[in-house]
Antibody, heavy 124, light 109 residues
Framework: EVRLVESGGGLVQPGRSLRLSCAAS????????MLWVRQPPGKGLEWVSI????????HYADSVRGRFVVSRDNANNLMFLQMNGLRPEDTALYYC?????????????????WGQGTFVTVSS | QSALTQPPSASGSPGQSVTISCTGT?????????VSWYQQLPGKVPKLIIY???KRPSGVPDRFSASKSGNTASLTVSGLQPGDEADYYC??????????FGGGTRVTV
């Protein structure tokens, strides 16, 4: 069974930094593009960032570009999200997820395994 | 990167069908066949139920079906069951390696 487990969330003051981690088990993440998606309390899902299988390509939502950096360590089955210059509106449950791949084909936009999320609260 | 537009709520009686719309633009839903749908049961993580507009992952019952016309995608849940009560989110590729979700629709059975 493929599992993703996020960690690193917590309470942080505005302007400070936090680093989230996503640990995978049951699969080698080097086979997949990986993403971060967040969900503010009581609100909907928001795509945050995507990283290609080898980390060579990364993309960000406008709301976090220039402040957040996604990276991965395939050797240790880990993905990270370095969050700098945090704002109160970044307060959310942060999920890591992976792209569905089957039979040698990966399906863009099909995010098939999700972690339980790690909560980030930005407040003074 | 504006969110896709979904109705905030929808409802139906057990056994009936409910259809949820997801409206985007020429730059996302209208431009790409990368629409997916996610079911989020209360207190749970999102679950992929539709991808590539109409495809169902293994294990998702065929009571869940979807379509797309122009800039609007739709999800239909047939034979509604109490366990289908959840928030449903659409998602589309928005170009330039960006992804956009809808605001979510709460389905009540």
């Amino acid at each position: 069974e493929v599992r993703l487990v996020e960690s690193g969330g917590g309470l942080v003051q505005p302007g400070r930094s936090l680093r989230l981690s996503c640990a995978a088990s049951g699969t080698n993440i080097e086979d997949y593009a990986m993403l971060w998606v967040r969900q503010p309390p009581g609100k909907g899902l928001e795509w945050v960032s995507i990283i290609s299988w080898n980390g060579g390509t990364t993309h960000y939502a406008d709301s976090v570009r220039g402040r957040f950096v996604v990276s991965r360590d395939n050797a240790n089955n880990l993905m990270f999200l370095q969050m700098n210059g945090l704002r109160p509106e970044d307060t959310a449950l942060y999920y890591c997820t992976k792209v569905l791949c089957s039979g040698g084909t990966c399906y863009a936009g099909a995010f098939d395994v999700w972690g339980q999320g790690t909560f980030v609260t930005v407040s003074s | 990167q504006s969110a896709l537009t979904q109705p905030p709520s929808a409802s139906g009686s057990p056994g009936q069908s409910v259809t949820i719309s997801c409206t985007g633009t020429d730059n996302d839903i209208g431009a790409y066949d990368y629409v997916s749908w996610y079911q989020q049961l209360p207190g749970k993580v999102p679950k992929l139920i539709i991808y590539d507009v109409i495809k169902r992952p293994s294990g998702v019952p065929d009571r869940f079906s979807a379509s797309k016309s122009g800039n609007t995608a739709s999800l239909t849940v047939s034979g509604l069951q109490p366990g289908d009560e959840a928030d449903y989110y659409c998602c589309s590729y928005g170009g330039s390696s960006n992804w956009v979700f809808g605001g979510g629709t709460r389905v009540t059975v």
